[in-house]
């Protein structure tokens, strides 16, 4: 006989590097794509992963039944771990019990863990435990390994899959408090986009930029410890106020196309309360050179580089 108390484990071994594996599960751009049972579609996703932080989602089965959920952040340690109590809720983000289980724990204590497991890949394990149960419930839980097994065994396929489908791709999202035009400013203005332009404590220097189609932009982007590298973009299309697409990489080879994608939300009255959705699509040469170079700088990078955007957008409008 079991012991309820021990906690439920499954792990899996996927063929990408660890930060992109970790942002698949942090990034609802991503996270949408792939959460929930096999055929659920997702129709809500609030995200805010850091301690104290909270999902809120939301998703439809293929019969169109809906379920809620609601994960509560305790630790976040990127590319490393996440921990977090993990529970059913309703529409509004009041927790509840199971929709079709009244005796299953109200909470638990959920750890996904990730760890290198060779050459461009990642080992996920998955933890799940009661959290302040009572006797009964407990015994649910214990009863219930094999559905786990096969539910989160489902989900990591899905995962898979979209792994498959976006092997060369990198893709970062971010709203910014500003009108889109004033964005597509930001972008294509060298007047701006020299300084607010890379991660943190990074410069550009020795730039020359022509923003027109076939135009070249060349600058060096210099790091904290001073080391320089070279980079090079070919504008591919400039469609204003929406679309900015250019071939990327440094003074002698093509690493990725950047697609730029500037979507305007809120209701923008006389610049008030608008917003604009940046969406970043790099799309490598190979998945090899995903995998190997360009994600383990493009992802903490380009989080970095959408926030950078943001600070300077705040000043700019402030002054």
Same mark, same amino acid.
């Given at each position: 006989?079991?012991?309820?108390?021990?906690?439920?484990?499954?792990?899996?071994?996927?063929?990408?590097?660890?930060?992109?594996?970790?942002?698949?599960?942090?990034?609802?751009?991503?996270?949408?794509?792939?959460?929930?049972?096999?055929?659920?579609?997702?129709?809500?996703? %609030?995200?805010?992963?850091?301690?104290?932080?909270?999902?809120?989602?939301?998703?439809?089965?293929?019969?169109?039944?809906?379920?809620?959920?609601?994960?509560?952040?305790? $630790?976040?340690?990127?590319?490393?771990?996440?921990?977090?109590?993990?529970?059913?809720?309703?529409?509004?983000?009041?927790?509840?019990?199971?929709?079709?289980?009244?005796?299953?724990?109200?909470?638990?204590?959920?750890?996904?863990?990730?760890?290198?497991? +060779?050459?461009?890949?990642?080992?996920?394990?998955?933890?799940?435990?009661?959290? *302040?149960?009572?006797?009964?419930?407990?015994?649910?839980?214990?009863?219930?390994?094999?559905?786990?097994?096969?539910?989160?065994?489902?989900?990591?396929?899905?995962? %898979?899959?979209?792994?498959?489908?976006?092997?060369?791709?990198?893709?970062?999202?971010?709203?910014?408090?500003?009108?889109?035009?004033?964005?597509?400013?930001?972008?294509?203005?060298? *007047?701006?986009?020299?300084?607010?332009?890379?991660?943190?404590?990074?410069?550009?220097? +020795?730039?020359?930029?022509?923003?027109?189609? +076939?135009?070249?932009?060349?600058?060096?982007?210099?790091?904290?410890?001073?080391?320089?590298?070279?980079?090079?973009?070919?504008?591919?299309?400039?469609?204003?106020?929406?679309?900015?697409?250019?071939?990327?990489?440094?003074? $002698?080879?093509?690493?990725?196309?950047?697609?730029?994608?500037?979507?305007?939300?809120?209701?923008?009255?006389?610049?008030?309360?608008?917003?604009?959705?940046?969406?970043?699509?790099?799309?490598?040469?190979?998945? $090899?050179?995903?995998?190997?170079?360009?994600?383990?700088?493009?992802?903490?990078?380009?989080?970095?580089?959408?926030?950078?955007?943001?600070?300077?957008?705040?000043?700019?409008?402030?002054?």
């Amino acid at each position: 006989m079991s012991d309820p108390t021990n906690p439920f484990s499954i792990s899996r071994v996927f063929r990408a590097p660890r930060p992109l594996v970790y942002q698949m599960h942090t990034d609802a751009l991503h996270l949408a794509r792939w959460m929930g049972p096999a055929g659920a579609k997702v129709i809500k996703l %609030d995200l805010d992963i850091r301690p104290g932080g909270e999902c809120h989602y939301g998703y439809t089965d293929e019969k169109g039944e809906k379920t809620w959920g609601k994960q509560l952040y305790r $630790e976040v340690v990127p590319d490393q771990k996440l921990v977090f109590l993990q529970s059913f809720s309703d529409e509004h983000g009041a927790l509840c019990r199971h929709p079709m289980a009244a005796t299953w724990p109200l909470q638990m204590m959920a750890t996904t863990t990730f760890e290198d497991a +060779g050459p461009g890949e990642t080992k996920v394990t998955v933890t799940w435990q009661p959290y *302040e149960a009572e006797a009964e419930a407990l015994a649910m839980f214990d009863g219930a390994r094999g559905g786990m097994t096969q539910g989160f065994g489902g989900m990591f396929a899905s995962l %898979d899959r979209y792994l498959d489908e976006t092997e060369r791709e990198i893709r970062l999202e971010r709203v910014v408090a500003a009108p889109r035009a004033l964005v597509w400013k930001v972008f294509t203005d060298p *007047e701006h986009v020299n300084k607010w332009w890379g991660p943190n404590g990074f410069t550009n220097v +020795g730039v020359e930029q022509d923003v027109r189609v +076939g135009g070249v932009w060349k600058f060096e982007m210099v790091g904290p410890d001073g080391k320089r590298w070279p980079n090079k973009a070919t504008y591919v299309e400039l469609t204003e106020p929406e679309r900015i697409v250019y071939d990327h990489g440094d003074w $002698e080879t093509v690493m990725f196309r950047a697609e730029i994608t500037l979507t305007a939300e809120g209701d923008g009255r006389d610049g008030r309360d608008a917003k604009t959705r940046v969406s970043m699509r790099l799309v490598c040469t190979s998945r $090899e050179l995903r995998d190997e170079k360009v994600s383990g700088f493009a992802i903490e990078g380009g989080r970095q580089h959408l926030g950078n955007l943001s600070d300077y957008l705040g000043a700019l409008q402030a002054s």
